[in-house]
């Protein structure tokens, strides 16, 4: 009923010709693949380049974050209306940008209002921090993250989660399947109060942090994973593959 996912977030690394050397390492295995949308979320100077690698295959595109202004004086931003000419995705809310960027709860929420105006399908980012999930506070922490991100938000256009504890990010440390599936059907159960429950059924939540090859099973055989935003290990073609084409498996 869902149709999983698996996106690729490659953050702030590879350049332009990078970029469009990983593409083409994975192109024609990646479009093989069905039963699963399969993203790929390059730096904003890579996106055309990206766009015009993958026209005419099942890759899809996404940006890795936005600005809430749709024009004007905002020396360095990048607008909606720029990466809806672009492509369909766009993460918002990363706990990077939480973190160095001072993304609170209400620029989140500009950035998704933002980008459902001009048609883009926002991936938005919750999690703990070490400290909060040490606390026992995950639950707080993740309801009250949706409460602000979602503020008067009412059509959600696909809106996907992504669930990403900052202690797994990048440490290769993951959180376990289960305390990760257990936290998605937190979420899930928000979102029907937030929403309804047809919303909270349909809609897609992801995993992330430190989603590799070797776990990618693990964690795709849990009910309530719908798939994964992957790091680190969407940078290397063939670990990107294998766990899309896991997932894809798993999934059917
Ligand atoms: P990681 O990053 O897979 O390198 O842990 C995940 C993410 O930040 O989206």
Redo the contacts with the bound molecule.
Sequence with gaps: MRVPMIAG?W?MNTTVSEATELVKAMRAELDKIGNIDKVICPPFISLAVVRELIKGSSIKLGAQNIYFKEKGAYTGEISPLMLADLCKFVIIG???RRQYFNETGEIVNKKIVSALRVGLKPILCIGERLEENEAGRTEEVVTEQLRSSLTEIDYLNGLMI?Y?PVW????GKAATSKQANETIGLIRRNIAKLYDKEIARDMRILY????TAANATEFMNQPEIDGA?????SLKADQFLSIVKQTSEIKQ
């Design positions: 977030n953050k990363h706990s990077e992504a990403e797994a990010i990048g440490t992330g942090g430190s989603v935003l992957v790091g680190g290990a």
